[in-house]
């Protein structure tokens, strides 16, 4: 059984408090065990009150490497882009912030194994690979379609993968790129990040249903060898 502890807030404000000083410790910690940082943080809307809250804390910032857990293949200005908001907040204090998208692949699968690659320049695995979740129980980009499986199933070496959701999503219908099962469960901590009640009761519902699962978030949390902390505010 997946070991999950939900930690819940009054409100979306003291969750970003609470997550922010949690991600604070894991940079600190990391920094002080090995002299660097990589952190693979999620897009999305949720996330941000948590970014700007992190942005707030004196931290040695050129020590850190910050990823997209996933990506849209749209250019960087592009209001859709994930690194675009990582990179607004965590450039101008100094972090690496590392693209994984570079424009220009022929398509989707093409720009998986170039983003694969330059993964692979890094220092795997993550100090934290922090996840958000969507109503469809997608997570990072592994959503319900062709290359679900592949995403799940991919070999331990095998860090991104170009993801074509079927049905495409609202408000952002492109491919994407995303990291595979086998690199989110390479890191030292997992963090999720949701609101509402109905993500609750669909996170549970995957937490539940384990293996059995058809949710993506359900597949990758069936896998998980140590606890994972679910943050969720109304
Ligand atoms: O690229 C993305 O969209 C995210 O990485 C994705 O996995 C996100 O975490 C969920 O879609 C939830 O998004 P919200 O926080 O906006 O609900």
Redesign the pocket.
């Known amino acids: 059984m997946i070991e999950v502890e939900f930690w819940d807030y009054d409100d979306v404000d003291e969750m970003a408090d609470a997550v922010a000083g949690d991600i604070a410790f894991i940079i600190e910690s990391a920094i002080d065990a090995r002299g660097e940082c990589l952190l693979a943080f ?6 941000k009150p948590v970014y700007e809250k992190l942005a707030e804390k004196k931290l040695p910032w050129k020590r850190v490497t910050i990823i997209p ?2 990506e ?1 293949l749209v250019p960087v200005d592009d209001e859709r882009s ?1 690194i675009k908001g990582i990179a607004q907040t965590f450039l101008p204090l100094g972090a690496r912030v590392y693209p994984i998208y570079a424009e220009g692949a022929e398509d989707y699968v093409m720009a998986g194994h170039a983003a694969d690659a330059r993964l692979k320049s890094l220092k795997w695995p993550p100090d934290l690979v922090w ?4 109503t469809d129980g ?4 592994l959503f319900p379609g062709p290359d679900l499986d592949d995403a799940m199933d991919a070999p331990k070496g095998k860090l991104v993968m170009g993801i074509k959701p079927d049905p495409m999503p609202e408000g ?1 219908a492109v491919e994407r790129l995303s990291l595979t099962r086998s690199a989110i469960l390479q890191a030292r901590t997992i963090i999720i990040t949701i609101t509402g009640q109905e993500k609750r009761e669909i996170l549970e519902g995957a937490i539940e249903d384990g293996q059995s699962s058809k949710l993506p978030i359900g597949r990758v949390l069936a896998e998980t060898e140590f606890p994972i902390d679910v943050h969720w505010a109304p």
């Open positions: 999620p897009g999305g809307s949720t996330p857990g996933d849209r994930n996840l958000g979740m969507g997608h997570t990072a980009s952002a």
